[in-house]
DNA sequence: AAAGTTCCCAACCGCGGGAAC
DNA sequence: CGTTCCCGCGGTTGGGAACTT
């Protein structure tokens, strides 16, 4: 990387981990869990610091990591998480099950964003020139812990311990009904939202909610209110209620 | 087959917020 | 109440794989 690695990692191993540290970590987790992120490094005798453990395990290792493509049901779900959220990857994150937040901010960046643009644009051939260039990763996922296995000079062995955690939850993949109902319009390769929808779906939520919360309130970013979650929720349902009615009424 | 280009993804960094002191 | 520590998030990037010429 460009930037000089600041000074309390000095003496401390970056750049790709190897099957043996990933298989202390997923060890030492899995015996002693993961309350004290930067001590782990030294109670598991790993030379990373804390967050490069975290983020390991959190995008890697754990065990509910549903690896593999994403389905045109995910995709969806993210364009239209993203089109209420913005950016707020993590968000995003915890309505797809098994998916992480790096991930779906990778999806995003290479595919969608881009998949959103060429479809904005007039006649735009901007369909990628590449498709679908790796094997579904759900299945090397049996094999290892990365899709691209000796990638790293580091990377001496390509399975980890980690990979008996994604197979199971590669194949009983289920999405929640809600994501599964927008699905519905998956089949369309572009997914837009017209100003009818926000006004009406805006109006609604102001008509209906009592409460007086606000359109910016709900969608300020760092709205500190206690309560910002559960407006969020409150979104994300009628987000989905309202993808739902769209997908019957084009029936 | 080789060289060049594009794409993808794992991993890094800095920053902000909350908890603990 | 102010400071310090830690965690989590979002943005960015290097390196290798995949593809094209």
């Not at 970056?14 to 992120?37: F, K």
Request: charged fraction near 25%.
């Amino acid at each position: 990387m460009v930037r000089a690695p600041c000074c309390e990692k000095m003496g401390l191993k970056r750049g790709p981990w190897t099957a043996e540290e990933d298989m202390t970590l997923v060890a030492h987790i899995e015996q002693h869990g993961h309350s004290n992120w930067r001590a782990l490094p030294k109670q598991a005798g790993l030379l990373r610091c804390g967050k490069s453990c975290r983020l390991r395990w959190i995008n890697y290792l754990r065990p509910d990591i549903k690896r593999g493509n994403f389905t045109s049901e995910e995709e969806d779900a993210i364009i239209q998480l993203h089109a209420m959220l913005g950016n707020r990857w993590s968000t995003i994150a915890a309505r797809l099950p098994g998916r992480t937040d790096n991930e779906i901010k990778n999806v995003w960046h290479t595919h969608l964003k881009k998949r959103l643009e060429s479809s904005s644009k007039p006649s735009g051939q901007a369909a990628p020139k590449r498709k679908a260039k790796k094997p579904a990763v759900s299945a090397s996922a049996l094999e290892g812990p990365t899709s691209k296995p000796a990638s790293s000079p580091g990377q001496s062995l390509s399975m980890s311990p980690g990979k008996s955690l994604s197979t199971s939850s590669a194949t009983d993949y289920s999405m929640a009904s809600s994501l599964e109902n927008t699905g519905s319009s998956s089949s369309s390769e572009e997914f837009q939202i017209d100003d009818s929808f926000w006004s009406e779906t805006l109006g609604m939520s102001v008509d209906n909610s009592g409460s007086g919360m606000e359109i910016s309130d709900t969608f300020g970013v760092d709205s500190a209110s206690p309560s910002s979650n559960d407006e969020m929720d409150f979104w994300v349902t009628l987000f989905m209620q309202a993808g739902d009615m769209q997908s019957l009424s084009q029936i």
